[in-house]
């Protein structure tokens, strides 16, 4: 079992940089792979980013590439979603979600979520 705490969501103009944080409760912080989802208003939560459990794989969504990046912290037990150039459509909900010993990647089944935080990217 892990509890993921997400935190950094905010609002900001287009073109602006936001690092959000997620923290896990759990003395195996390494044994998961980690990914943040975005949910926007009205639409499906989908993956943006993911990173494997050894931290050697990334996914990055085409829609973020070259924008957002995944870090994970091991001695933090924190993951990060750095976003740069922000969009208005990046405006979401941003969830974290975790799985043992797994790739990070879409096919992933991410059984442990946070709460969310929310971003708002104005135009």
């Known amino acids: 079992q892990v509890q993921l705490a997400e935190s950094g969501g905010g609002v900001v103009q287009a073109g602006g940089s936001l690092r959000l944080s997620c923290v896990a409760s759990t003395d195996t912080f390494s044994a998961y792979a980690f990914g943040w989802f975005q949910e926007p208003p009205g639409k499906e939560r989908d993956l943006v980013v993911g990173?494997?459990?050894?931290?050697?794989?990334?996914y990055t969504a085409d829609s973020v590439k070259g924008r957002f990046t995944i870090i994970r912290d091991n001695a933090k037990n924190t993951v990060y979603l750095q976003m740069n150039n922000l969009k208005p459509e990046d405006t979401a909900v941003y969830y974290c979600?975790?799985?043992?010993?797994?790739?990070?990647?879409?096919?992933?089944?991410?059984?442990?979520w946070g709460q969310g935080t929310q971003v708002f990217v104005s135009s």
């Open positions: 979600a975790a799985s043992l010993y797994a790739t990070g990647s879409r096919s992933t089944r991410y059984d442990f």
């Open positions: 990173v494997s459990w050894k931290g050697d794989k990334t």
